[in-house]
């Protein structure tokens, strides 16, 4: 089959590799029929997760057609259509048993790191009957493609761990695709306001599309200013972070008020400082995640009644072979108004 | 009247003072029948809290007896013996009807900070109805001075926030009077393992009477190394900040567990390091929170029924009029061993 | 002044009364510009509330300006204008503390019924500072008047105690005007779907326009039947009782899925059968509440912000001395096709 | 090998049935240490339970030692020391996902129900990764055997859904084994009071040696009078029924105090008369469930650090093959003073 293959920072190739097959009772071999690609899988082409070595077939988002399932698999057999989860869950480990399967001690963000991913025309999946969601006839498998990562990451990450309530004024700091993820599913909370910073115009212009109700270039240092403005120097009930880098988790510090929360999506490379001067009196929660999908059940419901429609994010479409020439859109992303691409096989 | 006056850094004078009246109608003044001295108190005389000015009566803590009351209070009449609280809360601004007393927009702490406080023979306290508890005959009212401040402050603080749960292991990092009653409010929840750490061992040793089950003296270096192997490298449910400086909060972040929560109680004059490079996706949960007093009923119920015995935390007594020979004793912790001195009117 | 007067069951009179007066510094007299009938009045008018005596002036809510305050009132001054709660509140009692006013003990739901109401020109509100809210220049005021009893009511005891999700499927049993106003804000946490019963063909239609995503017609007595088909047999996530009868109550249970919540809204006058021997090991949850007001700031915020539109409970509008044939209409409801009627001062 | 075997009503023996084998790669065969009997056990004996068929073998409580597993049981191998859960867990149904085992969609209880179950010499456990549980070297097994049922039974439906908090005074009716498996657990979360409730003045005095603050002997029908008493007339902050009758279903309901919780255990054969013309407006919770197990993991750590010691809940021992013997002493609890009995492959 083909695959597209890490070999090193900068090196990447879309080519042949033997195609995978049952290795537990647990697993399932998934045809791919849609993917994409993730933020993530850009840091990998740089070189920047040491853990993924030359030969990995990169990619952790799809939704595919089950080809076969070891003896163990109960909840799927050939031929029914799946989402694959970004997080694979073994379902019997301490964490697990928590709905922490991020940190799952078989599992946890394996694919297309730890093992070969979803970037290729078939993919094995450990833990099948755990780390697959069932995709019923007439679903629009497309928009599906955003509850293998990128939606549960917003909403779990951003919204629920900020805990976002109706009547809230919110912000969410960086309007990338995780940003907007977070921002279509602060939505299901009805918060009265949310603020959308980011410096790059066409992105505010796409957020307030998205339900955003105030947005701000924040190119201009005044970001700060504008929001104690505009909540009477109150500051938020619950700032998001989807960026990743010190000045915005700053920005977060800044602006959040008293009480509130500061919930971190942002995959950070560096530390921050904490005011702990200020905050230690201010009554904030901050909190950090990595992605369970524990949600997906409860997102796939609010898409299938149509309460979101996470098309919204898909801003160009492949063929999985044409993968190389999605890689070069997706990592201009600002030039190209380039959100989520999708690979069809 | 005499009262304990603050004239500046390294100032204080036990002096006379006017006795207070009321103000407003909703005021209540206050005989102190017992006080304390809190370890903020010590703060305001170095000078570290420039809000407190020349003449100000020190002191936020105390039982006393009702002398007279405004025409709008309600839940007191003169007699009454009462509990003070720390916080001043006005029961009617958004942040009182939230239960964040500790942010009332007319209160707060300003005892013995913004307004003259209990280290007198008379108090002035505003929104009695709300920032006083009734003490029933019969009580033991030493104990009860342990309400104003130093047990919500660790209770809240350090354990509500921190979630702690059954079967938990938890860390307490600082052995100081606050950090003892977190110790002692922990036990609430029944966690499995209380580790405590400081550089104290007299502090340890009184640690381990109070129920910590595990104590481990940090000044080696070695604290970390010694949570881990105790932990399975797992690290700790929740580690409790009860100190306030940069390398207390750097260790809560080193032996804090995936999905734990560190709960800062300190009082920090300084920024830290938060390593968002490691804790993004830890799934941890960091809280700050000036007291609120909100639980001052809950825990009232827990002194009067036996449940814990806070007069532990109790080591010495004076006459009020001996209040600077208190300061001096308070100020030598580690040598006087002082946890917490009770002075009497 | 003129009032609305109770004189015993089935006689009421729009009468000359003294115009109320400052009896407590806690106390504001309020000049109403707009007020409502609830469906409680019309028990009230039948003698089932023998606590409500000959002479009381009958009214839980409404807005209006602020004529007069108490010495002790702070929030609010002459010429403010302010919503009414139905709920009393005197912020200081344990229940108060703890957010349940409605069993404050001093308040409560008193206006109305155990002192006299706001179908009146001017009424008396105890405890002003924690019973009155702002409204702010330029707000729509006759939408506000859904905030003193319909809504906090239907979200309170519907919405907040069913623990409504986002992806539910909840069913509402009952479609006047409280089961609409749960069903407008059960919106704020976007439920999958919302089936809305009632026997009421019209009222049905309405709720359909408020978005209900299924209606049913219980009077074929096959209710149970259609939720059961509709939702594979699992039955719903969260059923909000909001009639106050023993069948409507029974067709809950009977629909109930495994875990799920029943809340109660319904006002009953008789025991009900609970269905033990089924429900015990279902993992039910059945929650009762008398409307506490408390979340009255958090629906302010999402009615200024837009995110509901109470307008659409508003079906009908009478000058304030037309109440006596308002109360025919509103009696009327059915044929009338009536909700809630707005009477102006 | 040798089984307790019912034959429908009043008709049991103990005899020669074929060893059990794995039948599907996710099962284990567990050799029983220890098994004991549960009071549903002689409601099956008693023909209670229709589903229990001719030749089914009882019992779902017990340790052991694994003998073999499945091809893809990856927690367990032989000779493991195990804790057999009463409830069947596959891990990865919709119920399992979500912390609700108990309504397992292939699980569930059926131990001793609908498959064969542990008053046996060999028991086959299903789903064994999700269904049993480690048992360290050096643990007290015999304590452990509490934790199959009894202990999480008493503590998830009782103490867990009935929401104790410190400070709360709680009622517990019912000192059965159930009841005090209650008791025991409640003190987890420091109420200030528990009250306990029976008919039996043996069953008082355990529960006094078990940490009740009060005793009610409820024969002459004055417990209500009592509680009120007790509490000033506020009721109980949570009232937690281990019976299963209507009379003790009533007595909750006239004890409970406004905001309270009324959360059953019982297992109930009758409907029940629920007073909603009063709850109505009392802001009170009801909750059912069947046991989960899901906090099995938390409660062994309680057990290993020794903040509850649950052998204080076992009265008699036998050998395994005197389960006749065991099933009549059982049988006649209150005469042999027994509550919980250990019967010793």
């Not at 963000?109 to 007439?138: C, F, H, K, M």
């Amino acid at each position: 089959m083909k695959a597209l293959v890490y070999h090193g920072p900068d090196k990447k190739a879309w080519e042949e590799k033997p195609k995978p097959v049952i290795i537990e009772t647990t697993d399932a071999i998934v045809k791919i029929l849609k993917t994409t690609i993730c933020g993530t899988d850009l840091h990998i082409m740089r070189g920047d997760l040491p853990a993924v070595t030359d030969g990995r077939i990169i990619g952790h988002e799809g939704v595919g057609i089950v080809e076969a399932t070891g003896n163990s698999v109960s909840n799927f057999k050939p031929g029914d259509h799946v989402i694959i989860s970004c997080i694979t869950s073994c379902g019997k480990c301490e964490y697990c048993k928590k709905g922490m399967y991020s940190h799952c001690e078989k599992g946890g963000w394996i694919l297309g790191n730890l093992i070969d991913g979803t970037q290729a025309e078939y993919v094995r999946i450990p833990y099948a009957d755990n780390s697959l969601y069932p995709i019923p006839a007439g679903s629009d498998e497309e928009a599906l493609v955003m509850l293998s990562d990128i939606l549960p990451t917003g909403f779990e990450c951003g919204v629920l761990n900020g805990q976002v309530k109706p009547g809230d004024t919110i912000a969410i700091i960086g309007a990338g695709p995780v940003g907007l993820a977070a921002l279509l599913t602060a939505q299901f909370y009805t918060p009265a306001e949310i603020i959308v910073i980011d410096m790059d115009d066409n992105r505010l212009e796409v957020a307030k599309t998205f339900g955003a109700t105030q947005t701000i270039n924040s190119s201009n240092g005044k970001a700060v200013e504008r929001v104690m403005e505009f909540t009477n120097n109150k500051g938020v009930d619950v700032a998001i972070e989807a960026v990743g880098v010190p000045p915005t988790f700053e920005l977060c510090q800044e602006i959040i008020g008293a009480g509130g929360h500061i919930a971190n999506i942002g995959v950070h490379g560096k530390s921050v400082t904490l005011h702990m001067e200020t905050l230690w009196s201010k009554n904030v929660t901050i909190t950090t995640r990595l992605v369970d999908t524990v949600t997906t059940p409860m997102l796939f419901k609010t898409i299938q009644s149509k309460k979101i429609h996470p098309k919204q994010l898909i801003t160009h479409h492949f063929r999985l072979d044409q993968i190389m020439e999605a890689y070069d859109t997706f990592g201009n992303a600002a030039k190209e108004k380039a959100l989520k691409v999708i690979l069809t096989n």
